[in-house]
């Protein structure tokens, strides 16, 4: 099984830019698509964005479109999100997570995930 912890969280003003990093151990993270979800205090878990194997495909949710981007390093076994224009609704629980099978479109399509790092954006 690939463990997945994740780094680069904190607290930024609203119009700032965070970079989270995924670093995947135990399997060899090309064998999976990857991607992130986060969770909103009091809200359900959301798909964030998600990217192929080979990193020739990315997805993403509406409301962060334009604004992050995810990507990868198969040879260094690291994913990343590029947080730009960063907005108080993107406060949450940022989480890396996996998928062996299918490319990822909501969070249920994700087998496993890492522990998580707290973003914050004040207004």
Same mark, same amino acid.
């Given at each position: 099984?690939?463990?997945?912890?994740? #780094?680069? +969280?904190?607290?930024? &003003? @609203?119009? =700032?830019?965070? !970079?989270?990093?995924? %670093? $995947?151990?135990? /399997?060899?993270?090309?064998?999976? #698509?990857? +991607?992130?979800?986060? &969770? @909103?205090? =009091?809200?359900? !878990?959301?798909?964030? %964005? $998600?990217?192929? /194997?080979?990193?020739?495909?990315?997805?993403?949710?509406?409301?962060?479109?334009?604004?992050?981007?995810?990507?990868?390093?198969? %040879?260094?076994?690291?994913?990343?999100?590029?947080?730009?224009?960063?907005?108080?609704?993107?406060?949450?629980?940022?989480?890396?997570?996996?998928?062996?099978?299918?490319?990822?479109?909501?969070?249920?399509?994700?087998?496993?995930?890492?522990?998580?790092?707290?973003?914050?954006?004040?207004?």
């Amino acid at each position: 099984q690939v463990q997945l912890v994740e #780094s680069g +969280g904190g607290f930024v &003003q @609203a119009g =700032g830019s965070l !970079r989270l990093s995924c %670093a $995947a151990s135990g /399997r060899a993270l090309r064998n999976y #698509s990857m +991607g992130w979800i986060r &969770q @909103a205090p =009091g809200k359900e !878990r959301e798909f964030v %964005a $998600a990217i192929s /194997r080979s990193g020739g495909s990315t997805r993403y949710a509406d409301s962060v479109k334009g604004r992050f981007t995810n990507s990868r390093d198969n %040879a260094k076994n690291m994913g990343y999100l590029q947080m730009n224009s960063l907005k108080p609704e993107d406060t949450a629980v940022y989480y890396c997570a996996v998928s062996r099978g299918i490319f990822p479109t909501s969070h249920d399509d994700f087998e496993s995930w890492g522990q998580g790092t707290q973003v914050t954006v004040s207004s």
